[in-house]
């Protein structure tokens, strides 16, 4: 008995505070009892982030909620307060140091957190996301401070669903699931990709609406092949090799079937950033039984096909007029390359084989064609069609021709001047796309697009640059990220009760971002809207999503809201602080 005062005859300890449960009496060999209380009121509402809101407790809230006291006397507006970190922000001189800033205010203030996200979200989206969080990724175990999401390891095997019932959180209805094997265009970070799905979590809540407390980040460690990482003393995951075979498929289902049990069929499950050889199984596998959808594989199908189809109005034509040429033919490239396919089967009379015929994909092995069949993975299998092969990307630039370049591979500057200057030769406005994270991994900069292309290329990036301005013009690159799909597609989802993710919705959700497009924007040379309104986005790609769920019977909201733009509005969280009664 460790904290009994008549025991040990010390009632008070640490300047007078009484010990009545004994842990600062406790020997570090004794064990104690972890103890919280649960009415928030007092210090614990001040240190509860999620009801914590700082100077802007009014007098009336800290008498009511004894905080009288424990604040300095005076008053801060969260108006006030947004200014007050957006200035201790930018004084950071690295993005690093501002990403740590931020995730130690989501810890203290959550709300305050996601009013600066949402009003600053085009200088804050590149610290909490790409390209910032791929540097956060690599260093998690040192900068680790707090655990943010949910750690699920072969440890876990046989009680994933005890592991989930220890989140605090019981109503969720989003989840992002890593394994870290194939972070950004970074590789195998194992454990340490859990800044990927709380990022993106991060942007369901600020982009979508989605309350933050029902969205769950889950990384699965299944051990880690960097051996850098393996090393390193402060790695924060298992100390082994990946896990493999049936002992990852396993632990994976185990996963898959708890988290249905513990928040019910209608909880959305996101792939992210998985390796290709785990990330097409498991979307087949769990697509029917399970709300799911891989973000990679279908979220960048929908933002890409979403920019192709603004860039039409540029380039002219149709899509099925296009000759597209992907460098990288993984989950990205192939699942953009479908969307594509499926979208020019719906636009005219066109078979999806003839369509798959316009697109050509570029592998590490070089041009994707017949003769390679045999050892082609299977999601590459439907690319491979009749041509001499061809070594490298520039060799099929010039045997193909595209129209539209479009970079996959996660590997940076493979689109060399060369490249993009063929490319420019026979296209009045090449249409360059280098999705590749985080900048590092980029396939060109924006500089050099617009510099090898004279000007004429329509170039966006998965990760932000700057505007360029080449002989006095200014060019102002787009982001072609599924940061501007999933958080819409997800809101879309979940209003409307959808049980199943349907490739017609992925269609929708690009169609929506379409329309958001205008005249002005396209003037400018960008075929996606900015990220300033991204709420007003993802109104319009949620109610796209709602409706085609509704019209294929997978919704179960009923009676459909008549207007769904104004509902999906209505069910977006607002992080004004509330008032406390
Ligand atoms: N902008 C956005 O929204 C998104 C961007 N991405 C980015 O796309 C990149 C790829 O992701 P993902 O498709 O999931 O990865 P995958 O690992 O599934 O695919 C990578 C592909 O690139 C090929 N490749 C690798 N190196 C080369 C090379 N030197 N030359 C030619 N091809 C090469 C691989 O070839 P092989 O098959 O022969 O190994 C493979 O086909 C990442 O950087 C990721 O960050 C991903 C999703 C969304
Ligand atoms: C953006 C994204 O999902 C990726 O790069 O993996
Ligand atoms: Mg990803």
């Known amino acids: 008995m460790n904290g009994d005062s008549k025991s040990t005859g010390a009632a008070t300890l640490a300047g007078g505070v009484h010990d009545v449960y004994g842990e600062d009496r406790a020997s570090e060999e004794q064990i104690v009892t972890p103890w919280s209380r649960t009415v928030a009121s007092g210090n614990v509402l001040l240190r509860d982030p999620r009801y914590n809101k700082g100077l802007a407790f009014t007098d ?74 791929g540097e956060a ?138 390796a290709n050889h785990n990330a097409f199984n498991l979307l087949a596998k769990y697509r029917s039984t399970h709300l799911v959808f891989n973000d990679d594989i279908q979220g960048t199908a929908s933002v890409v096909l979403s920019g192709l189809v603004a860039s039409l109005k540029l380039t002219g034509g149709t899509l099925a007029d296009h000759t597209f040429l992907f460098l990288g033919a993984g989950e990205a490239g192939t699942g953009i390359a479908e969307l594509i396919a499926l979208e020019m089967t719906k636009q005219g009379k066109i078979s999806l084989n003839e369509a798959r015929k316009r697109i050509w994909l570029v592998d590490s092995k070089g041009l994707i064609v017949k003769s390679r069949m045999e050892s082609l993975q299977h999601f590459k299998k439907p690319w491979a069609h009749e041509h001499e092969p061809c070594k490298g990307l520039l060799d099929a630039v010039k045997s193909i021709r595209p129209t539209i370049l479009i970079g996959s591979s996660g590997v940076g500057r493979t689109f060399t001047k060369e490249v993009i200057e063929t490319v420019s030769s026979f296209n009045e406005k090449p249409v360059i796309l280098a999705l590749s994270n985080p900048t590092s991994q980029s396939e060109c900069t924006a500089e050099e697009a617009y510099t090898w292309s004279k000007g004429r290329a329509i170039f966006a990036s998965g990760s932000p640059f700057d505007p360029v301005s080449i002989n006095g013009k ?49 003037e400018q040379g960008l075929i996606y809207p900015p990220f300033r309104n991204i709420r007003k986005i993802s109104a319009h790609i949620a109610a796209g999503v709602a409706a085609k769920s509704y019209e294929l019977g997978l919704a179960t909201r009923l009676p459909r809201p008549a207007d769904l733009v104004a509902f999906a509005e209505s069910c977006m969280y607002s992080p004004v602080y509330r008032n406390y009664k």
């Open 60 to 133: 009336d809230e800290r008498d009511y909620h004894y905080v009288r006291g424990l604040l300095p006397p005076a008053h801060m507006s969260q108006e006030l307060q947004e200014k007050r970190l957006m200035h201790i922000i930018r004084q950071y001189n690295t993005p690093l140091q501002k990403y740590m800033a931020l995730m130690d205010l989501e810890e203290r203030n959550e709300r305050l957190f996601y009013k600066l996200m949402i009003d600053h979200v085009e200088e804050l989206l590149p610290i909490v996301y790409t390209p910032t969080v």
């Open 137 to 274: 990724c690599q260093k998690y175990g040192t900068i680790f401070r707090r655990p943010q999401g949910l750690y699920i390891s072969l440890k876990e095997k046989g009680k994933v669903y005890d592991v989930l019932r220890n989140w605090p959180e019981k109503n969720i209805k989003v989840i992002v699931v890593t394994d870290g094997e194939r972070i950004l265009g970074l590789g195998d970070l194992g454990c340490q990709g859990m800044g990927i799905p709380v990022g993106k979590l991060a942007l369901y809540t600020a982009l979508g609406g989605i309350r933050p407390s029902e969205c769950l980040p889950i990384t699965i460690d299944v051990g880690t092949n960097n051996e850098k990482l393996l090393n390193d003393e402060f790695y924060i995951g298992l100390r082994q090799k990946r896990a493999t075979g049936q002992e990852y498929d396993d632990l994976l289902n185990e996963f898959m079937y708890a988290a249905k049990k513990a928040y019910g069929e209608k909880v959305l499950i996101q792939f992210e950033d998985f």
């Open 474 to 522: 200014t060019f102002i690159p787009g982001q072609s990220n599924n940061a501007y799909i999933f958080p819409g597609l997800g809101l879309g989802l979940v209003i409307s009760g959808t049980i199943r993710v349907h490739e017609d919705m992925l269609l929708a959700a690009s169609e929506a971002l379409a329309q958001q497009v205008s005249k002005e924007h396209l």
